[in-house]
């Protein structure tokens, strides 16, 4: 199996900033693309931001400008850097990882979540 542990969200004001973390663990052979998902409670999950193991990155429309999401290859982590924060933004994040493990066909793997709350 594959573990995401989420650092990183919190209460914040409208206009600061948050860094997101997630780093991976587990008997892993590769990892494709990783992504922070958002969700509020009673709407469906929404792709925040993707990164592939190339680097190359994809921003969903309310965020571009704003957040930025970077990996750390080698520590199979990925991170969200959130400034500039709207009461908007506020939900749960999740991390993503598409992942390939021994004797497995790759697959999205997802942690547990993190609260951002962003106060007006």
């Known amino acids: 199996q594959v573990q995401l542990v989420e650092s990183g969200g919190g209460l914040v004001q409208a206009g600061g900033s948050l860094r997101l973390s997630c780093a991976a663990s587990?008997?892993?052979?590769?990892?494709?693309?990783m992504g922070w998902s958002r969700q509020v409670s009673g709407k469906q999950r929404e792709l925040v931001a993707a990164?592939?193991?190339?680097?190359?990155?994809n921003y969903e429309d309310s965020v571009k400008g704003r957040f930025t999401i970077s990996r750390d290859n080698a520590k199979n982590t990925v991170y969200l850097q959130m400034n500039s924060l709207k009461p908007e933004d506020t939900a749960v994040y999740y991390c993503?990882?598409?992942?390939?493990?021994?004797?497995?066909?790759?697959?999205?793997?997802w942690g547990q979540g993190t609260q951002v709350t962003v106060s007006s």
């Open positions: 587990g008997r892993i052979l590769s990892i494709n693309a």
């Open positions: 993503r990882a598409d992942a390939v493990l021994p004797g497995s066909p790759r697959r999205n793997y």
């Open positions: 990164i592939t193991s190339g680097g190359s990155t």
